[in-house]
């Protein structure tokens, strides 16, 4: 266990972090989760934008990789321009 007041701020701010980075990684998770469940062309074009955002600012922070996000978002594309 830390014995300095910064260590265990430091501590106390990680965790926070943590749990933040992990609610909206979880977040863009189920999103593309309901979009590759989606049949239906119209919804699926309004899921992706929103995906897409949601990906960039995950990249952006550092919470996933950017050649991550960029492989998501083209499979969900790809996944897109297959519906009809």
């Known amino acids: 266990m830390a014995n300095h007041k ?16 992990r609610y909206f990684a979880k977040s863009a998770r189920t999103v593309l989760k309901q979009l590759r ?6 919804e699926a074009v309004k899921i992706l934008p929103e995906l897409t955002k949601m990906l960039d600012k995950l990249a952006k922070n550092n919470v996933i990789h950017k050649n991550k996000a960029s492989n998501l978002k083209s499979e969900a594309a790809l996944h897109v321009n297959s519906l009809q």
């Open 6 to 21: 910064s260590s265990l701020k430091k501590t106390r701010q990680i965790e926070a972090k943590r749990l933040h980075n």
């Open 37 to 42: 469940l989606t049949t239906d062309k119209t």
